[in-house]
């Protein structure tokens, strides 16, 4: 089955500081990818996606993600955290009839 | 396009009443989706549908049924409202591309409190 695993329920960084949001995915096929953002009291946004065409992927806001499929991560990273970046960031990765499991998400703080 | 739009916002129930949460997408989209929010454990997959007419069952069914008489709307009821049922519920669509996966859309979410 297919799963991702997002360590830790909350990461705090002072602004302008690097974001580094870690998803590590269990997949027996090359899998799909997505982060997602969710502002408080808001649904969720997509940040990003892997879907095979590069390891590299640019998101919204300054967000990329890369997809290490030797280490079966596709960790989030922003080199300069923005007090706006505060928000829980999900990982998901795809299933069959385009269904998505969620990691248990990640809860960004920044400081002034 | 207004996207993805729930109805209602919030809502009180107490145990035992029902109620039914409404789903719109103006996207034409065939899959439609309903989770549950919890703390600490992401979005749960309670229904899902892949086209008018069809559902099926995602990871935690129990104590809600659903409906998609029409392509664009999706209904969640619950027939005998519980405190576990206390939750944030999110209606999510996606196109349907069996190579190329499309990301969902996401609603902005129910309030349900069951007292």
């Known amino acids: 089955a297919q799963s991702v695993t997002q360590l830790g329920s909350h990461v705090s960084v002072s602004e302008g500081a690097l974001v580094l949001l870690r998803c590590n995915y269990s997949s027996s096929v090359p899998p799909y990818l997505f982060w997602y953002v969710q502002y408080p009291n808001q649904g969720l946004q997509l940040l990003l996606k892997y879907t095979s065409a590069a390891t590299l992927v640019k998101g919204i806001n300054g967000f990329e993600a890369e997809f290490k499929k030797s280490e079966t991560s596709f960790h989030l990273t922003k080199p300069s955290a923005h007090m706006s970046d505060a928000a829980e960031y999900f990982c998901?990765?795809?299933?069959?009839?385009?269904?998505?499991?969620f990691g248990k998400g990640i809860t960004l703080s920044v400081r002034p | 396009n207004a996207g993805v739009t729930q109805t209602p916002k919030f809502r009180v129930l107490k145990t035992g009443q029902s109620m039914t949460l409404l789903c719109a997408q103006d996207?034409?989209?065939?899959?439609m989706y309903w989770y549950r929010q919890d703390p600490g454990m992401g979005l749960r997959l309670i229904h899902y549908?892949?086209?008018?007419?069809?559902?099926a069952k995602g990871e935690v069914p129990d104590g809600y049924n659903v409906s998609r008489l029409k392509k664009q709307n999706f209904l969640l009821g619950l027939e005998s409202a519980a405190p576990s049922q206390t939750s944030v519920y999110f209606c999510a669509s996606s196109l349907f591309r069996d190579i190329v996966p499309y990301e969902q859309y996401f609603g902005p979410g129910t309030r349900l409190t069951v007292t």
């Open positions: 998901a990765v795809r299933r069959a009839n385009s269904k998505l499991t």
């Open positions: 996207m034409n989209h065939e899959y």
């Open positions: 549908s892949v086209g008018e007419g069809t559902t």
